[in-house]
């Protein structure tokens, strides 16, 4: 007998939820302390699209434009105008896992709930490289 063949699943179904959204999240503040009170499934690595800006203002004109159309679509595509760093991907930085990003960009990028399609969670971070508008798209 031959060997037996499995059925194939699909793990990368892409979904709209249907939701309207656009939250932006802010996490931890390091001036004020102020901790973020999202509950999200733990895991040891994400799947993360950015928008990184030397000028905070630049990073505000880009949240501005994702706002009036908060859908991961137009999150990429601000990202190719906007973003000073993997632009040409609309931001995408792949599956990172913990440990490998900067401690700041970490702790949003794990603490964000799922985007997908018109649910939008957007969160803000400072590092050494800029500004970065993070969106997480799923998790492992």
């Known amino acids: 007998m031959g060997p037996k063949k499995?059925?194939?699943?699909?793990?990368?179904?892409?979904?709209?939820?249907?939701?309207?959204?656009?939250?932006?999240?802010?996490g931890k503040d390091e001036k004020k302390?102020?901790?973020?009170?999202?509950?999200?499934?733990?895991?040891?690595?994400?799947?993360?699209r950015h928008i990184l800006c030397e000028k905070h203002a630049k990073k505000e004109e880009a949240l501005a434009q994702i706002?009036?159309?908060p859908t991961l679509d137009n999150f990429i595509a601000?990202?190719?105008?906007?973003?000073?760093?993997?632009?040409?991907?609309?931001g995408?930085?792949?599956?990172?896992?913990?440990?490998?990003l900067q401690p700041e960009f970490e702790q949003i990028a794990f603490s964000l709930p799922d985007s997908k399609g018109s649910n939008l969670n957007i969160g803000e971070a400072k590092t050494a490289f800029g500004y970065h508008l993070i969106v997480v798209e799923g998790r492992k």
């Open 6 to 26: 499995k059925a194939e699943a699909k793990s990368n179904d892409k979904k709209d939820s249907g939701a309207k959204g656009g939250k932006v999240a802010k």
């Open 33 to 48: 302390g102020e901790a973020k009170d999202t509950k999200v499934k733990g895991a040891q690595a994400v799947i993360v």
């Open 67 to 69: 706002r009036s159309n």
């Open 78 to 90: 601000v990202a190719r105008i906007f973003s000073e760093d993997k632009a040409k991907q609309g």
């Open 92 to 100: 995408l930085l792949g599956f990172q896992r913990k440990g490998a």
